[in-house]
């Protein structure tokens, strides 16, 4: 395991970036998943494809920023939304509008439409997630052994509680499913309350109702624990110590502590400044009201994130 603490304001890491406006990038929407989009240059060869999922903000809005970017370093990008909430902007019938048994199994369906296309090469295929995009990155890795490489950014070790607007009861839903059967999964602690308490304009964190449902339940812990040493590929995490949305800095080092444990090499990014959107182009930080995190340590922390992926995937998918 490789661990890096990034000293935060200090660090200032140098990234060049292909201009978002490049006339050989080309998208198109993929047939038979909503609100898919795949990014590509022109190529004579097969291209090596990297699979991006977006957050609990849904739909394909973080992907849409990222993918063209990451297209344009010589990879097929495939966007897939796996949600799209009903108080989102973007509407995709067919996906689900609660974030609850979302089906990780649905990506075996993605390689097989890989595997059609003579253009991309189903031998070189790569997963980016970020935040809860990087928790189903971190179950697919550890269920898939086809993928050979994977940056989980902001991630969880764990499977966590699902919601949404159709589930009424607290601790019932998981948030992903395989094989049509719930993930077993650790349950928030006052997230309801929680949630309330912010629309009142109190000062309150996410973070705090992950921190007391996973201490109050260490059993469920150690069940919803993602087996990520199954997992023989290359692997990227990140996190923020400072991250207000959940522990990603912890979550990332216990992910790395795994597979320490099990004899395997981990790229481990912890930024003790740094907040939870550590998945932009570092002229994008966080800056809120009363956020304990360094918007300066934010910004910097997304460009050493963004590099630490383009160095993973040359290295796993070129």
Not at 84 to 89: E, L, N, R, T, V
Not at 110 to 125: G, T
Not at 254 to 276: C, E, M, Q, Y
Not at 292 to 306: D, F, G, K, N
Request: contains cysteine; positive net charge.
């Amino acid at each position: 395991m490789s661990v890096f603490w990034c000293p935060g304001d200090r660090a200032r890491p140098v990234l060049r970036v292909s201009s978002p406006g490049d006339p050989d990038l080309r998208n198109e929407p993929v047939d038979g998943f909503p609100g898919a989009l795949l990014f590509r240059k022109p190529s004579r060869r097969p291209l090596p494809v990297v699979i991006v999922l977006g957050g609990s903000e849904g739909g394909s809005l973080f992907g849409r920023t990222f993918g063209p970017w990451l297209a344009s370093q010589g990879y097929a990008v495939l966007v897939l939304p796996y949600y799209a909430p009903d108080w989102g902007s973007e509407k995709l019938p067919g996906l689900p509008v609660d974030f609850a048994d979302i089906p990780v199994d649905r990506l075996t369906a993605v390689r097989q439409w890989i595997e059609a296309r003579p253009d991309l090469d189903r031998r070189r295929i790569g997963l980016y997630g970020v935040s809860k995009g990087g928790e189903m990155a971190i179950i697919a890795a550890s269920r898939f052994p086809w993928l050979k490489a994977v940056a989980a950014i902001v991630p969880s070790d764990v499977v966590w509680e699902g919601w949404g607007p159709n589930v009424k009861e607290d601790d019932t839903r998981s948030s992903f499913s395989w094989a049509g059967k719930p993930l077993p999964f650790v349950p928030y602690e006052a997230m309801r309350e929680t949630i309330a308490a912010l629309y009142r304009g109190e000062a309150r964190t996410l973070r705090a109702p992950h921190e007391r449902g996973r201490a109050a339940n260490p059993a469920r812990v150690a069940s919803a624990t993602i087996p990520i040493e199954r997992y023989r590929g290359a692997l990227l995490v990140a996190g923020g110590g400072k991250d207000e949305t959940w522990p990603s800095a912890i979550m990332a080092e216990n992910i790395g502590l795994t597979r320490k444990r099990n004899g395997l090499s981990t790229t481990v990014l912890k930024f003790p400044d740094a907040g939870h959107g550590l998945s932009g182009s570092g002229w994008e930080p966080e800056n809120y009201p009363r956020m304990a995190s360094s918007p300066m340590a934010t910004a910097h922390a997304q460009m050493a994130v963004r590099k630490a992926a383009l160095d993973l995937f040359a290295k796993a998918l070129r």
